[in-house]
Nanobody, 122 residues
């Protein structure tokens, strides 16, 4: 069983930066993919970035060049560095783990955190 705990959300003005963290508790298989998703009320959950156990990464077009996903295996922590934030980045951000397809399909992910809120004001 894997538990995920996000932190680092908050309120920031447009153009600002935030770093989200996702602490991983429990045993994970060596071959995995971890992703960051976000969801605004009334909208579908959308993938933002994902990283595989070998370090390869994928990003949604809307965040390429602004967000960076990384992991610290020694600390069992996943990060999302967000820069040049825009009001449209406002959402609840979730981290998730999958042992299946590494992409942006929420149903493919096995474990989810509770989320951390990011609010960007103009």
């Amino acid at each position: 069983q894997v538990q995920l705990v996000e932190s680092g959300g908050g309120s920031v003005q447009a153009g600002g930066s935030l770093r989200l963290s996702c602490a991983v508790f429990g045993y994970m298989y060596s071959d995995y993919c971890m992703g960051w998703f976000r969801q605004d009320p009334g909208k579908e959950r959308e993938g933002v970035a994902a990283i595989e156990s070998d370090g390869s990464t994928i990003y949604a077009d809307s965040v390429k060049g602004r967000f960076t996903i990384s992991q610290d295996n020694a600390k069992n922590t996943l990060y999302l560095q967000m820069t040049s934030l825009k009001p449209e980045d406002t959402a609840m951000y979730y981290c998730a783990v999958t042992y299946r397809f590494c992409g942006f399909v929420p149903d493919e992910y096995n474990y989810w955190g509770q989320g951390t809120q990011v609010t960007v004001s103009s």
